[in-house]
C-alpha cells in the first residue's frame, strides 16, 4: 500500500467537501455510501475495505463522535 | 469593549497616553506642500513613516483618535515583521517585551491530535512568531515616531475630504484646532478595514464574506502554560464551535471562540455573555485560579481586497486594501510589509533618486501577497470555520480521524504567515537564474539570516540600498571589483560583502565561512552572486558573473536607468 503525499489528501479532502455539497443533504448518504462502494471496488480487496470499515467505524458511539 | 464601570482606555494593564491636538501651522495660514502625507497612525501607517524616515524623507502623520487602538488585536509578529523593525532600528523594545513561540497543539473533544511545529533553522535570528499586544506596537512605533525629527505626528485630526490637485494631492482635516488643507505629492491611507480614503475615492474592496464569527476576549489571569497556539475544535465549551488561546505579555490571554450560527452578534457581546463563555473555556483548560476580564471584540472572516493599491498619488497600506482571516496572523505582518515595500520605493522617488515607474511595483507585488494569503487562509477558514454541510462532515471526519490516524492531521495546520516570494515582480527579471542553484533563496525570496562565526547574524550587514554578495574563496577577479564599482555609482547606500576567503578591500566587506555553512545556506559555489532588495528579498542570484544582468536588476529595484 503506498501512502499519498499529503497535497494529493488535501485535494482529496476538498473534493469529497465539495462533492457533499453537490449531492445536497437528502442524497448525502446514498451518495457517500456509493462512493465506499466504489472505492471497495478499486481496492479489489476485501481485507483492505474490512479495515476501512473497522476504522471509521471506531470512535463512533451511541449518539455519533463524528455526527456533524 | 470592556466591563461596565471601565472606560474605552481603562486597561488592567495597560497606561494609555492621551495625545493632545496639535496647532496645524496651515490653520494660521501657513501652507507648505508636503511630499507625503500618512493618513491613519496604526502599526501600517507608524512602520510607513518610519521606513521614510530612515530613507530621510518627512511625512506627516495623521489619526483620528487621541490614542493608541483600544485593545490587543492583532497580537501575533511573524518573524519577517521582526526583520522589518530591525531595518527601521527600533526591534529592541518588541524582543524585550514580546513572547516569542514556535509550537501549538490541536486538540479534537479534549484530545491532543496534531503538534504544530512552525520551521525553525537553528541559525535563524528570530523566532517564528511573537505575541504582542497592538497597543504595544504602537507604542514601541510611536517612541521612534516622536524621537523622530522628520515625522509631524497630529492626532486627533481626521480627513474629511481629498480630491487631485495639480499634480499632487488635497485633503481637508478637521481637528480641534480648526479645519485647514494639507498638499501632499502622495498620500498614504493607513486608515483600517473601515478606510475612509477608500469610500471619498469611491473604490470598494472585492472578494468573499464567510458566515464565520469569533468573538475575542482578552483575560489576566495567573496561568501555568507555555506560549504556544491551543487550538480546540469541538470542546466540552463551546460545541459545534472553535476556540484559540493565545498568552501575551502582562498575564494576558486570549481567548477567541466561534458563535454558533443561530447567536446573534449583539447578544453575544454582552458581558454576562462573555463572561459565561470564557469561564466554561477556562474551566476545560483547568484554569481554576481567578481571572479578570480586561477587553473583547467581535470578528468575522473576511477575504477581500482591492484591484489596484494604487489609485494615482494614493496609496493603500495595510487593512484599507485588504482584509484577511485571523487564523494565519497575516493582517498585520502583511500590512507591515506593505508599508516597508512602499516606503522604500517612495522614498527613492522623493528623494529624487529614482523614476516614479519605481511605484509600479508596489501594487502587483503586494496584491500578489495578498492573494497568495487568500489561498492559504481560504483552506484554513474552512477548516477552523466549515462554510457548508459538506466542509462540515470532511472537516468533522477529518478531526475524528486523526485521534488515531496520522494522515489527516496536517490539514489542521493554521498555515502561518510566511514572507510572500517576488519572483514574478519587474525587480526580479531574471528568475529563470535560479536553475542554477540547488537550493537556497529563490528569486523574489526573503533571504536566510543565517549567524556567523563571530556571533552576528549575516542580515546584520546588511544596509538600507542593495546588498551584493560574493561567494569567493580566493581573490575577486578584476570584472568582480568592477562591478561592485559600478553598483556603487548606481546606489551611494550599497553594501557588498565577500564571504569566504578572499578578503576584502574597502567598501567590501569580509565575512568568513570556515565551516561553508553560510554558502550553503546560500547553496552557493565558488563565484556565485546573490543581489538583495532594500527589504533583503533576494533581487537575483548568478552561479557565476554575469554583470550586465546583475546591473540592469540593480537599476530595476533602485528605479534608475543604465547609461
Given at each position: 500500500?503506498?501512502?499519498?503525499?499529503?497535497?494529493?489528501?488535501?485535494?482529496?479532502?476538498?473534493?469529497?467537501?465539495?462533492?457533499?455539497?453537490?449531492?445536497?443533504?437528502?442524497?448525502?448518504?446514498?451518495?457517500?455510501?456509493?462512493?465506499?462502494?466504489?472505492?471497495?471496488?478499486?481496492?479489489?480487496?476485501?481485507?483492505?475495505?474490512?479495515?476501512?470499515?473497522?476504522?471509521?467505524?471506531?470512535?463512533?458511539?451511541?449518539?455519533?463522535?463524528?455526527?456533524? | 469593549?470592556?466591563?461596565?464601570?471601565?472606560?474605552?482606555?481603562?486597561?488592567?494593564?495597560?497606561?494609555?497616553?492621551?495625545?493632545?491636538?496639535?496647532?496645524?501651522?496651515?490653520?494660521?495660514?501657513?501652507?507648505?506642500?508636503?511630499?507625503?502625507?500618512?493618513?491613519?497612525?496604526?502599526?501600517?501607517?507608524?512602520?510607513?513613516?518610519?521606513?521614510?524616515?530612515?530613507?530621510?524623507?518627512?511625512?506627516?502623520?495623521?489619526?483620528?483618535?487621541?490614542?493608541?487602538?483600544?485593545?490587543?488585536?492583532?497580537?501575533?509578529?511573524?518573524?519577517?515583521?521582526?526583520?522589518?523593525?530591525?531595518?527601521?532600528?527600533?526591534?529592541?523594545?518588541?524582543?524585550?517585551?514580546?513572547?516569542?513561540?514556535?509550537?501549538?497543539?490541536?486538540?479534537?473533544?479534549?484530545?491532543?491530535?496534531?503538534?504544530?511545529?512552525?520551521?525553525?533553522?537553528?541559525?535563524?535570528?528570530?523566532?517564528?512568531?511573537?505575541?504582542?499586544?497592538?497597543?504595544?506596537?504602537?507604542?514601541?512605533?510611536?517612541?521612534?515616531?516622536?524621537?523622530?525629527?522628520?515625522?509631524?505626528?497630529?492626532?486627533?485630526?481626521?480627513?474629511?475630504?481629498?480630491?487631485?490637485?495639480?499634480?499632487?494631492?488635497?485633503?481637508?482635516?478637521?481637528?480641534?484646532?480648526?479645519?485647514?488643507?494639507?498638499?501632499?505629492?502622495?498620500?498614504?491611507?493607513?486608515?483600517?478595514?473601515?478606510?475612509?480614503?477608500?469610500?471619498?475615492?469611491?473604490?470598494?474592496?472585492?472578494?468573499?464574506?464567510?458566515?464565520?464569527?469569533?468573538?475575542?476576549?482578552?483575560?489576566?489571569?495567573?496561568?501555568?502554560?507555555?506560549?504556544?497556539?491551543?487550538?480546540?475544535?469541538?470542546?466540552?465549551?463551546?460545541?459545534?464551535?472553535?476556540?484559540?488561546?493565545?498568552?501575551?505579555?502582562?498575564?494576558?490571554?486570549?481567548?477567541?471562540?466561534?458563535?454558533?450560527?443561530?447567536?446573534?452578534?449583539?447578544?453575544?457581546?454582552?458581558?454576562?455573555?462573555?463572561?459565561?463563555?470564557?469561564?466554561?473555556?477556562?474551566?476545560?483548560?483547568?484554569?481554576?485560579?481567578?481571572?479578570?476580564?480586561?477587553?473583547?471584540?467581535?470578528?468575522?472572516?473576511?477575504?477581500?481586497?482591492?484591484?489596484?493599491?494604487?489609485?494615482?498619488?494614493?496609496?493603500?497600506?495595510?487593512?484599507?486594501?485588504?482584509?484577511?482571516?485571523?487564523?494565519?496572523?497575516?493582517?498585520?505582518?502583511?500590512?507591515?510589509?506593505?508599508?516597508?515595500?512602499?516606503?522604500?520605493?517612495?522614498?527613492?522617488?522623493?528623494?529624487?533618486?529614482?523614476?516614479?515607474?519605481?511605484?509600479?511595483?508596489?501594487?502587483?507585488?503586494?496584491?500578489?501577497?495578498?492573494?497568495?494569503?487568500?489561498?492559504?487562509?481560504?483552506?484554513?477558514?474552512?477548516?477552523?470555520?466549515?462554510?457548508?454541510?459538506?466542509?462540515?462532515?470532511?472537516?468533522?471526519?477529518?478531526?475524528?480521524?486523526?485521534?488515531?490516524?496520522?494522515?489527516?492531521?496536517?490539514?489542521?495546520?493554521?498555515?502561518?504567515?510566511?514572507?510572500?516570494?517576488?519572483?514574478?515582480?519587474?525587480?526580479?527579471?531574471?528568475?529563470?537564474?535560479?536553475?542554477?542553484?540547488?537550493?537556497?533563496?529563490?528569486?523574489?525570496?526573503?533571504?536566510?539570516?543565517?549567524?556567523?562565526?563571530?556571533?552576528?547574524?549575516?542580515?546584520?550587514?546588511?544596509?538600507?540600498?542593495?546588498?551584493?554578495?560574493i561567494?569567493r574563496?580566493?581573490?575577486l577577479s578584476s570584472e568582480e571589483a568592477a562591478l561592485i564599482g559600478a553598483?556603487?555609482?548606481?546606489?551611494?547606500?550599497?553594501?557588498?560583502?565577500?564571504?569566504?576567503?578572499?578578503?576584502?578591500?574597502?567598501?567590501?566587506?569580509?565575512?568568513?565561512?570556515?565551516?561553508?555553512?553560510?554558502?550553503?545556506?546560500?547553496?552557493?559555489?565558488?563565484g556565485?552572486i546573490?543581489?538583495?532588495?532594500?527589504?533583503?528579498?533576494?533581487?537575483?542570484?548568478?552561479?557565476n558573473l554575469s554583470s550586465d544582468?546583475i546591473l540592469?536588476?540593480?537599476?530595476?529595484?533602485?528605479?534608475?536607468?543604465?547609461?
Amino acid at each position: 500500500m503506498t501512502t499519498m503525499p499529503f497535497d494529493e489528501m488535501e485535494a482529496a479532502y476538498e473534493l469529497l467537501a465539495t462533492a457533499i455539497d453537490r449531492a445536497g443533504p437528502d442524497a448525502e448518504a446514498l451518495f457517500l455510501t456509493r462512493l465506499a462502494l466504489l472505492l471497495a471496488h478499486d481496492t479489489g480487496e476485501l481485507s483492505r475495505f474490512q479495515n476501512a470499515v473497522e476504522a471509521a467505524l471506531a470512535g463512533i458511539t451511541e449518539g455519533g463522535a463524528a455526527k456533524p | 469593549m470592556r466591563p461596565a464601570g471601565r472606560s474605552t482606555y481603562d486597561s488592567l494593564y495597560f497606561d494609555y497616553p492621551l495625545f493632545a491636538a496639535k496647532r496645524a501651522p496651515e490653520i494660521d495660514g501657513i501652507a507648505r506642500r508636503r511630499q507625503v502625507v500618512i493618513v491613519g497612525a496604526g502599526p501600517i501607517g507608524m512602520t510607513a513613516a518610519l521606513t521614510l524616515a530612515r530613507y530621510g524623507v518627512a511625512s506627516v502623520l495623521l489619526d483620528n483618535k487621541e490614542t493608541f487602538n483600544d485593545g490587543s488585536r492583532a497580537t501575533c509578529i511573524a518573524r519577517a515583521s521582526m526583520h522589518i523593525f530591525e531595518r527601521l532600528g527600533v526591534v529592541k523594545p518588541f524582543i524585550d517585551k514580546a513572547l516569542g513561540w514556535r509550537f501549538g497543539r490541536s486538540y479534537y473533544k479534549g484530545r491532543q491530535f496534531f503538534r504544530l511545529d512552525m520551521p525553525h533553522p537553528a541559525h535563524e535570528k528570530y523566532l517564528p512568531m511573537y505575541n504582542l499586544q497592538q497597543q504595544y506596537v504602537e507604542k514601541f512605533l510611536h517612541d521612534a515616531i516622536t524621537a523622530s525629527p522628520l515625522i509631524d505626528m497630529r492626532w486627533l485630526s481626521e480627513c474629511t475630504g481629498i480630491a487631485s490637485e495639480s499634480g499632487g494631492v488635497r485633503l481637508e482635516i478637521a481637528s480641534p484646532e480648526g479645519a485647514y488643507q494639507l498638499d501632499a505629492d502622495y498620500v498614504l491611507a493607513a486608515d483600517g478595514a473601515r478606510s475612509t480614503l477608500r469610500s471619498q475615492l469611491g473604490l470598494r474592496l472585492k472578494g468573499e464574506n464567510y458566515e464565520g464569527r469569533y468573538v475575542i476576549a482578552d483575560v489576566q489571569m495567573d496561568h501555568d502554560f507555555p506560549t504556544e497556539r491551543r487550538a480546540l475544535f469541538e470542546p466540552e465549551s463551546n460545541p459545534g464551535g472553535t476556540v484559540l488561546i493565545h498568552r501575551q505579555p502582562d498575564n494576558i490571554w486570549r481567548v477567541d471562540y466561534q458563535l454558533r450560527d443561530n447567536e446573534r452578534a449583539e447578544e453575544a457581546i454582552s458581558e454576562e455573555n462573555i463572561r459565561t463563555r470564557v469561564a466554561a473555556i477556562l474551566e476545560e483548560i483547568g484554569h481554576t485560579g481567578p481571572w479578570a476580564l480586561e477587553w473583547w471584540s467581535i470578528y468575522s472572516a473576511n477575504t477581500l481586497l482591492l484591484d489596484d493599491y494604487r489609485q494615482g498619488r494614493v496609496f493603500f497600506i495595510g487593512d484599507s486594501a485588504h482584509i484577511v482571516p485571523i487564523f494565519g496572523v497575516r493582517g498585520l505582518n502583511n500590512g507591515l510589509a506593505d508599508a516597508h515595500n512602499l516606503g522604500w520605493k517612495l522614498a527613492l522617488v522623493a528623494r529624487g533618486e529614482a523614476d516614479e515607474g519605481l511605484l509600479d511595483s508596489y501594487s502587483p507585488e503586494r496584491r500578489g501577497a495578498t492573494l497568495d494569503v487568500f489561498a492559504n487562509a481560504t483552506k484554513s477558514t474552512r477548516f477552523m470555520t466549515p462554510p457548508t454541510r459538506g466542509w462540515r462532515l470532511a472537516r468533522d471526519a477529518a478531526l475524528s480521524l486523526s485521534l488515531d490516524h496520522e494522515f489527516p492531521r496536517a490539514l489542521a495546520n493554521p498555515r502561518q504567515m510566511q514572507p510572500y516570494t517576488y519572483g514574478a515582480s519587474e525587480l526580479t527579471p531574471y528568475p529563470g537564474r535560479d536553475r542554477a542553484f540547488a537550493g537556497g533563496p529563490v528569486c523574489g525570496a526573503a533571504a536566510p539570516n543565517p549567524r556567523l562565526a563571530d556571533g552576528t547574524h549575516l542580515l546584520d550587514h546588511a544596509g538600507d540600498g542593495m546588498t551584493l554578495m560574493i561567494f569567493r574563496q580566493r581573490g575577486l577577479s578584476s570584472e568582480e571589483a568592477a562591478l561592485i564599482g559600478a553598483l556603487a555609482a548606481l546606489d551611494r547606500r550599497l553594501t557588498a560583502l565577500i564571504i569566504g576567503g578572499a578578503g576584502a578591500d574597502a567598501p567590501a566587506i569580509a565575512i568568513a565561512d570556515a565551516d561553508g555553512a553560510l554558502s550553503a545556506s546560500f547553496s552557493a559555489c565558488d563565484g556565485a552572486i546573490y543581489l538583495l532588495r532594500p527589504d533583503l528579498h533576494v533581487a537575483g542570484r548568478w552561479a557565476n558573473l554575469s554583470s550586465d544582468e546583475i546591473l540592469t536588476t540593480a537599476g530595476r529595484c533602485l528605479g534608475v536607468a543604465l547609461s
